[in-house]
Nanobody, 126 residues
Framework: QVQAVETGGGLVEAGGSLRLSCTAS??????????IGWFRQAPGKEREGVSC???????IYADSVRGRFTMSRDNAKNTVYLQMSNLKPEDTAMYYC??????????????????WGQGTQVTVSS
């Protein structure tokens, strides 16, 4: 069973930076076969797709984070990263990573991902 573990959340002031990590284990195939997505959910709001990275490092971002957030992956470590810069109070949410080996392309649709982590909290103070 695939497991994903997120780390790196915390409390930061507006304008600050954080780097989230997501490490996967129990994979049924090579890590680079997996599309990895980052999602977030704030209290009272629906889960929102933040970014996705796929084969050869191609990636996409939600409009709300484009230019501030960057995804990268280290296939040797089965880990993806989400570098978040110029954070805003509206970025406050629980951040989840999700993985799936059967996604061929880039998608921010949470329904496409089979495996989810437990989340890491990001809080941005104003």
């Amino acid at each position: 069973q695939v497991q994903a573990v997120e780390t790196g959340g915390g409390l930061v002031e507006a304008g600050g930076s954080l780097r989230l990590s997501c490490t996967a284990s129990g994979l049924s195939s090579a890590f680079d076969d997996y599309a990895i997505g980052w999602f977030r959910q704030a209290p009272g709001k629906e889960r929102e797709g933040v970014s996705c990275i796929w084969d050869r490092g191609s990636d996409i971002y939600a409009d709300s984070v484009r230019g501030r957030f960057t995804m990268s992956r280290d296939n040797a470590k089965n880990t993806v990263y989400l570098q978040m810069s110029n954070l805003k109070p509206e970025d406050t949410a629980m951040y989840y990573c999700a993985a799936d080996p059967d996604i061929y392309g880039l998608t921010l649709s949470s329904q496409e991902y089979a495996y989810w982590g437990q989340g890491t909290q990001v809080t941005v103070s104003s």
